[in-house]
């Protein structure tokens, strides 16, 4: 046995690394990025925002400025707790470290995000995943209550749109989960600016509810900036785990630059909203292709029984990378692609028609 096999944890020796696929020279539909940058009129006066910032001192380390602008923007009240992290994957570990203990559970419904399993296995968290719906991805609400009795979850996650499915899920249900969750709910709220619907105004009226967001989704994946909004009691024991610089100076004076022009990114979300409605058309417009409805800036779509991967790397290989699903438990034939700007979404369309077309002439 190696000294790195003796001393690595065998959870994390059992992990594989976060893969990015490398996407140099590609039409990018794969992360759910924004596809639009600061407009360049912004450019000069945000530049002079970093200029002012000075890189030899440690950043604020309550980012008291950025907290007081978000808010302002999110209408909190006073007593509401705010926590910021290093995106919102460094505020879903934070919240696995404050709970993680022998015998303890983290419940989600399954798909869902990644990061909740992978992060439930860092701090040695038994992980539930409940199987969603078949039909429509919906919850099964009777499995979730019948896992929330059976394993007293810390923490239930509730991604809201739901990623990597898009949609969101019955209110009524979300709210029997959390009345009936004997530990934390988190609403992970990501794909917030493409939604029609939120909990962070609910936020008070369970003593067990959080809801994250981050600035990833809305165009500033780059900073790396999430929020967790939630009673105060719980945030105050989170801010104890939280490193004392996570957000760091840059991140800081960007992120206060940015959402004194909210306006901005507030018109490009309702620019992917309404793209993502004709990208979404085009696509059921295709042969053999099965979409499903999205409330997020992505939408997973359904090729012919047992094409994906051969859809996948046609694609890639035609300067198009999307994700790859299909290996995944619940999404055979699955694939999700970002809402891009609209010539890439054209070429994506494009590119797939071609695709399921040469796949149709039988497989290469
Ligand atoms: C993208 C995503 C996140 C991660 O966001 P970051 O702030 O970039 O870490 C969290 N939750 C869901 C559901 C996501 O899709």
């Not at 008291?64 to 009240?77: C, D, N």
Request: hydrophobic share 45%.
């Amino acid at each position: 046995m190696s000294l790195v096999e003796q001393w690595i944890r065998p959870q994390i020796w059992a992990l594989s690394p976060y893969h990015v696929p490398d996407a140099r020279g590609m039409i990018k539909l794969d992360a759910m990025e924004n596809p639009y940058g600061l407009p360049a009129e912004l450019v000069p006066a945000w530049l002079d925002c970093l200029r002012a910032v000075p890189l030899n001192r440690y950043p604020d380390p309550a980012a008291q400025a950025l907290k007081g602008l978000l808010r302002g923007i999110l209408g909190l009240p006073e007593q509401m707790g705010l926590i910021l992290g290093n995106g919102s994957d460094e505020l879903i570990q934070i919240i696995a470290l404050a709970v993680a203990g022998p015998g303890r559970a983290v419940v989600a419904p399954s798909p869902s995000f990644v990061m909740y399993r992978m992060i439930a296995s860092y701090v040695d968290l038994s992980y539930v995943g409940v199987p969603l719906l078949r039909t429509d991805f919906g919850l099964d609400e009777v499995a979730m209550m019948e896992a929330i009795e059976r394993h007293r979850p810390a923490v239930v996650f509730l991604a809201y749109p739901n990623n990597p499915t898009g949609n969101l899920w019955s209110r009524r249900s979300m709210e029997r989960i959390v009345e009936r969750a004997p530990g934390l709910v988190v609403v992970d709220e990501a794909y917030a600016p493409f939604a029609s619907d939120s909990f962070l105004d609910r936020t008070g009226e369970y003593p067990n509810l959080l809801v994250m967001r981050t600035l990833s989704k809305m165009g500033l994946a780059g900073l790396r900036l999430g929020y967790l909004v939630g009673p105060d009691p719980w945030l105050h024991e989170l801010e104890k785990l939280r490193l004392p610089y996570n957000i760091n100076a840059l991140t800081q004076a960007s992120a206060e630059f940015a959402l004194s022009h909210q306006a901005v990114f507030d018109r490009q979300a309702a620019q992917i909203r309404e793209d993502r409605a004709a990208l979404a058309a085009a696509l059921a417009r295709l042969p053999g292709i099965r979409v499903f409805p999205s409330e997020a800036n992505f939408i997973l779509f359904a090729t012919p029984t047992g094409t994906a991967d051969r859809v996948f790397r046609c694609l890639r290989d035609q300067g198009v990378l999307i994700k790859n699903l299909s290996a995944q438990p619940g999404l055979a034939d699955s694939l999700r692609v970002t809402v891009g700007a609209p010539a890439e979404n054209q070429a994506f369309v494009c590119a797939l028609r071609h695709c399921l077309a040469s796949e149709s002439h039988g497989p290469a």
